[in-house]
């Protein structure tokens, strides 16, 4: 009995001892060169991925700018842009679409509330967060599609938000097609996804 209220006092005493980072906290950070995200009240460092990382992110995210400009759907972005799902949840998604019907999300600083999809590309430092954490965080905040990108092993999963929880839609590895659900119509062969 005694152990058991000493455990629960000590833990007490280390919840009010921890700090919730805000997005305002975040915003009054240092400037230091390093990225940062704020992922349930937790402040968390971004590594700076590498070039396999780069150079898939940058052949996804100009065949989805590409179909989505040409049909007129709404906007893409990439890291580092801020996107702010509540006061306590500020993420950097490798990639993002907003739908012109979502626009008014996209303000002069950041991107407040939840895109139309989220591609994250993972990494050893990222993979925790990207398959765990944040992918519960968006589908929380309700992003419709969420797709994680796994360029050593060359899949990509794709899932799609059913009354705020994800559930897998479709896995493709190595070579085959992946679709958009959310942006209907846009698709990926993935032997150009992972061509290098």
């Not at 940058?58 to 906007?75: D, S």
């Not at 979502?102 to 139309?116: Q, R």
């Not at 589908?139 to 799609?160: D, M, S």
């Amino acid at each position: 009995m005694g152990l058991t209220m000493e455990i629960k006092d000590i833990s007490a005493a280390y919840k009010l001892q921890k700090k919730v980072f805000t997005y305002q906290d975040y915003l009054d950070l240092p400037e230091d060169g390093k990225r940062y995200e704020v992922i349930n009240g937790e402040l968390i460092m971004v590594a700076a991925p590498n070039t396999g990382h780069q150079i898939i992110s940058a052949y996804i995210e100009v065949e989805l700018y590409n179909f989505v400009q040409k049909k007129q759907l709404g906007q893409v972005l990439d890291a580092p842009v801020d996107v702010v799902l509540s006061e306590s949840n500020v993420v950097q998604p490798d990639i993002l679409f907003i739908s012109k019907e979502n626009l008014d999300i996209i303000a002069e600083k950041n991107i407040a509330g939840a895109p139309d999809l989220i591609i994250e590309i993972i990494s050893p430092s990222s993979a925790y967060y990207d398959l765990l954490e944040k992918k519960e965080l968006y589908a929380t905040y309700n992003v419709k599609e969420y797709w994680i990108v796994e360029p050593k092993k060359k899949w990509i999963e794709v899932y799609l938000n059913k009354n705020g929880k994800f559930e897998l839609d479709q896995r493709v590895e190595q070579t085959g097609v992946i679709k958009s659900c959310v942006v209907n119509g846009w698709s990926l062969e993935l032997v150009n996804v992972f061509q290098f």
